[in-house]
């Protein structure tokens, strides 16, 4: 099977991933900047991989304006955020992202990135400097603060860097199948 991964990255955490997977399934790989609809043409499965921001996943437009050329090819889509890899935050993500006709159209999946403020664009870093206010100020006063924000405010000065390799096989055996 002629297969292409194309991928949404800001930071580099999905291209990682893409990277990966290409190699895996011996696949063509090429950056969401650079995919035209008659490239897609040319294969007969595809790996759509983005990136979260405020739950919204990097490429999710391309990938609903061209849905139609997914729907008889064997097709996963892939976002990838700092967020441990739960169960109901893969659904809020698939769901708010896709409609339900939409969803039927590939298997959706979710690989664990990470977080790397050094590497962030002007307006994503004026963005988390807000957060990392709200978070700072909750922590000042005493806030009862979860595990995942404590871990938020620690990646700010020290990147993070949760990506596996082994997080690839539900994909990989998904295209073997
Ligand atoms: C402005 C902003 C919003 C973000 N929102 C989310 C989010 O809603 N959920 C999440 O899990 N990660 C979120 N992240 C973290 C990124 O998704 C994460 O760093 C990801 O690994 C980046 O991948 P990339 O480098 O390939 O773009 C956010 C990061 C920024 C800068």
Redesign the pocket.
């Known amino acids: 099977m002629k297969t292409l991964i194309v991928?949404?990255?800001?930071?580099?955490?999905?291209?990682?991933y893409a990277k990966w997977l290409a190699e895996e399934l011996e696949a063509d790989i090429i950056s969401g900047e650079e995919i035209t609809e008659d490239k897609l043409k040319e294969y007969d499965g595809y790996i759509f991989g983005?990136?979260?921001?405020?739950?919204?996943i990097?490429g999710a437009d391309f990938i609903k304006e061209n849905i139609k050329h997914l729907e008889a090819k064997k097709t996963a889509v892939f976002a990838?955020?700092?967020?441990p890899a739960k169960k109901e935050?893969i659904e809020e993500?698939k769901n708010k992202n896709f409609s339900p006709e939409e969803q039927k159209c590939f298997k959706f999946f979710y690989l664990?990135?990470?977080?790397?403020?050094s590497?962030?664009g002007f307006k994503?870093?004026v963005?988390?400097s807000i957060?990392k206010w709200k978070l700072n100020s909750k922590k000042k006063k005493g806030e009862e603060m979860t595990a995942e924000e404590k871990g938020m405010l620690a990646a700010f000065d020290n990147p993070v860097d949760f990506?596996d390799k082994e997080n690839i096989e539900e994909i990989i055996s998904y295209f073997k199948e």
């Open positions: 991928y949404w990255s800001k930071t580099g955490f999905v291209k990682k983005g990136s979260l921001y405020a739950v919204g990097n990838t955020g700092a967020s935050i993500v664990r990135g990470g977080f790397d403020y590497k962030l994503d870093k963005l988390m957060m990506t």
